[in-house]
């Protein structure tokens, strides 16, 4: 089966979200461009930049469905372009995620 390892009984679905909400911007506490796990109301995790369509679409397939994306990436299209970083200095010091 090609989705057999997200399918099974055991495995407990989490939300991932990234968000670029610059009008919320504070320092570490709300990072302009940040991950969210989960419904936990303070989870934002600092991303580098936004994420580009192409780049979250790939970010899924990549890690959630492997085994298709492995099979079919030749056939896949996806351009990586980026946007700007918006990461503090301060919030490069905290784990973070980083896009380049």
Do not use: W
């Not at 109301?41 to 790939?58: E, G």
């Not at 351009?79 to 990461?87: D, R, V």
């Amino acid at each position: 089966m090609i989705y057999a390892d997200i399918l099974e009984k055991n495995i407990s679905p989490v939300p991932i979200r990234f968000d670029d909400d610059p009008d919320n911007f504070e320092e570490i506490e709300h990072p302009q461009c940040h991950l969210t796990l989960g419904q936990f109301k303070n989870c934002r995790i600092p991303v580098s930049a936004p994420l580009t369509p192409s780049v979250f679409i790939a970010f899924i397939l990549r890690n959630f469905y492997n085994t298709a994306f492995k099979k079919f990436t030749q056939d896949l299209n996806f351009k990586f372009s980026l946007f700007a970083e918006t990461i503090t200095n301060n919030e490069k010091k905290i784990l973070h995620i980083s896009i380049d």
